[in-house]
């Protein structure tokens, strides 16, 4: 069956630190993958997408990369603050299709 | 632009009674999607349209839940008779193009409360 697994629900650090998320997927072959993150009684807002041939994708303090061998996906927010604290939803879609599919997504609480 | 907007952002009805969802998404929009949150199952999809046409509604979970766009502008998800076991947070998003490559903007959501 397919399966998109977010490494853990809830994900403690100390403020200044790198978090580390991650996305592992099964059965699907996915072109794009999609990250985004969700403040409590909010929609998920878009963060970053990254394509399959491309390894890495940087914005400010947040790195993606992209490993179709592993079938997986590293989210890092470096320097993080408690501001960042949220939860964090990886996307992606099947070939051929025009809508995404989520993870269940992990909980980033940076701790001051 | 004010994003894509949802009401009511919340919902408490008995069972047995008809919910109607409503979304007005993104002027130029093109693509308008359907989603239901629950701690359980995720962000699930429920149906998407391009340019005003359901393209895939395999996500409907049953003929309780209907969802119409009669135009650009507007879009409704309607639940009758509603369950308890349809509570949730449903999303409406819509994105400019269709394809993975285009990222979706989310509404604020309506928590809906079936007691």
């Known amino acids: 069956s397919q399966k998109i697994e977010q490494n853990s629900e809830a994900l403690n650090i100390q403020e200044g630190k790198t978090a580390t998320l991650t996305c592992n997927y099964t059965?699907?072959?996915?072109?794009?993958l999609q990250w985004y993150r969700q403040d409590p009684g909010r929609g998920p807002v878009f963060l970053l997408l990254i394509r399959e041939n491309e390894k890495e994708k940087r914005k400010e303090r947040l790195k993606v990369t992209f490993d179709t061998t592993l079938k997986q996906s590293l989210f890092h927010i470096t320097a993080s603050q408690p501001a960042d604290s949220a939860t964090y939803l990886c996307a992606l879609d099947q070939t051929g299709a025009n809508n995404l599919f989520f993870g269940t997504g992990t909980r980033l609480t940076v701790i001051p | 632009d004010a994003g894509v907007i949802q009401s009511p952002r919340h919902e408490v009805t008995e069972m047995g009674q008809e919910v109607t969802l409503r979304c007005k998404p993104i002027s130029g929009h093109d693509y308008l999607f359907w989603y239901r949150q629950t701690m359980m199952r995720g962000l699930e999809l429920l149906i998407y349209f391009n340019n005003n046409v359901p393209i895939d509604d395999s996500g409907m979970p049953e003929d309780r839940f209907s969802a119409k766009m009669p135009n650009a502008s507007f879009s409704t998800l309607k639940i009758q008779p509603s369950e308890p076991r349809d509570s949730a947070v449903y999303f409406c998003a819509s994105s400019r193009t269709g394809g993975a490559q285009e990222k979706l903007f989310f509404g604020s959501g309506t928590q809906l409360s079936v007691l």
């Open positions: 059965n699907y072959s996915p072109a794009y």
